[in-house]
Structures are given as C-alpha cells and as structure tokens.
C-alpha cells in the first residue's frame, strides 16, 4: 500500500463511523496542483480528547496499528500520535486548537478517478501549517502550491497572527513567497 491507498483506507473508516476529518500535507499538496511523493500520511480528525477512543477504533478497523496507551499520552502533551499500516507512518491530530473549527468549515471533498471521496485541508490552512513547521521542505512545497494555486493569504496572516509571536521568522517566510511567486494574474 502506498500514503494515498493508506489514506483512502482511513477516509472510508472515518466515513463509516462518522469521524470528521482532513486530509493535509503532501497528499492535500497533491489534492491541490502541486504533487510530491509521499511516505506519510497527515490527517487531522475534528473531535477533541474525549473522542480518542473512537478515532483510535476506527483506524484499527482501518487496518492501522496503534499503540493507545502511547497515543492517548501524545495527544495530552502534544495533540498528536502516530499510528502505521504496513510501512505508512499516519500522523492523527486531534481538534485541540480553535483554530481547527476554521479548518473543519473550509476542507473540501475531492473525488479521484477511482471515484474515492477524500476530504482535503483547504489550500490556505494547508499553507497556514507549512509555514508553522517551517521547514526547508515545507518552503519548497509551498513555493509550488502559490506558483500554481490562487491563495487567500489574508486568512493565512491572520491565523499567524494568532498562533505566532510579532517579528516570528514564518512572516518574513510569507512574505517573501507572496512577494516572489504570486505575479499579478
């Protein structure tokens, strides 16, 4: 299986058991005109704390494995856990931040060709948290996604105005990409 299979895979379980969930990182990069390989799979379910249990039973079913007694330490200290299915690292954040109801109200559902339904981070918050890990890969991945896609970059600011303290490195990153790779269409 392969990052997409694995995520189609989950999509179908979460689906079925009424978990709200994105899909982001280089699969919604993809999802959004700039493709890249993959080995991962990032998905976000929009349920809080009390919900782990059923996000974690859902990808069991999925055919994830998934040690819980270190996922639900992981989600207490920092929002997150990683689960596998065969050689596929899934990284599953929980809704633990406001700024997640924002991300729920704005992902999108893409069909593929296979006719599979995926639910996708949109375009800005998958930018939003690019910048916010910031790392080399994730400049390169989002100098493609603004080369190719129409970005609403005023939501993105916003939001790192929130989550980031004034003068942070992430803005001057912003800036620079909306300066070089967003050419007046």
Known sequence: MNA?????????????????????GALALGAHGAARAT????????LGRDALDRVLDSLERAGAMVDRASAKRE???IGL????????????????????????????????????TLKFMSAEDLT??????????????????IAVRELDLAYVREWLVQMLPAGDRRFAILDDLD????APR
């Not at 997409?4 to 982001?24: K, M, N, S």
């Not at 080995?39 to 929009?46: E, K, L, W, Y």
């Not at 599953?92 to 060709?113: E, G, K, N």
């Open 128 to 145: 939003l948290y690019k910048l916010i890990y910031g790392r080399d890969k994730d400049v390169i991945d989002l100098q493609r996604l």
């Open 179 to 182: 300066r070089r790779f967003r």
């Open 39 to 46: 080995n991962d799979v990032d998905i976000s379910a929009f």
């Open 75 to 77: 989600v207490e200290r």
């Open 4 to 24: 997409y299979d694995t995520a189609v895979r989950i999509g179908e379980c979460f689906d079925e058991d009424q978990i709200p969930y994105a899909i982001g």
């Open 81 to 116: 856990f990683v689960a596998r299915l065969g050689g596929i690292r899934i990284d599953v954040f929980l809704s633990l931040h406001p700024q997640f109801t924002q991300m729920h109200a704005r992902s999108v559902s893409m069909t593929d060709a296979s006719g599979h």
